[in-house]
């Protein structure tokens, strides 16, 4: 069994910054990529950023700058660092990743989302 626990969420001031953290346990084997994922009320699940097994991050164009993915392969977490927040980056932020559970299977995983609410 695999868990992804997020933690770091909460109520921030619009300019404000945050740091989400990720943690994966388990039986796991070896970890992929992994993701941050968020979904506001009544809008469509959105890619926030990812970044490889070796460290190279992605971004979605409207978090660019802003927003600083990384992770740390020896505690199996990733992090989110969110700065210059504004309201419209209020959501639940969803973690997601691919797990090796042995050198032959493969599984996809999500965290439960942490809840993120920028407003003054």
């Known amino acids: 069994q695999v868990q992804l626990v997020e933690s770091g969420g909460g109520l921030v001031q619009p300019g404000g910054s945050l740091r989400l953290s990720c943690a994966a346990s388990?039986?796991?084997?070896?970890?992929?990529?992994m993701d941050w994922y968020r979904q506001a009320p009544g809008k469509q699940r959105e890619l926030v950023a990812s970044?490889?097994?070796?460290?190279?991050?992605n971004y979605s164009d409207s978090m660019k700058g802003r927003f600083t993915i990384s992770r740390d392969n020896a505690e199996n977490t990733v992090y989110l660092q969110m700065n210059s927040l504004k309201p419209e980056d209020t959501a639940v932020y969803l973690c997601?990743?691919?797990?090796?559970?042995?050198?032959?299977?493969?599984?996809?995983?999500w965290g439960r989302g942490t809840q993120v609410t920028v407003s003054s």
């Open positions: 997601h990743a691919n797990i090796w559970t042995s050198a032959q299977k493969m599984y996809s995983y």
């Open positions: 970044i490889s097994s070796g460290g190279q991050p």
């Open positions: 388990g039986n796991i084997f070896s970890i992929g990529a």
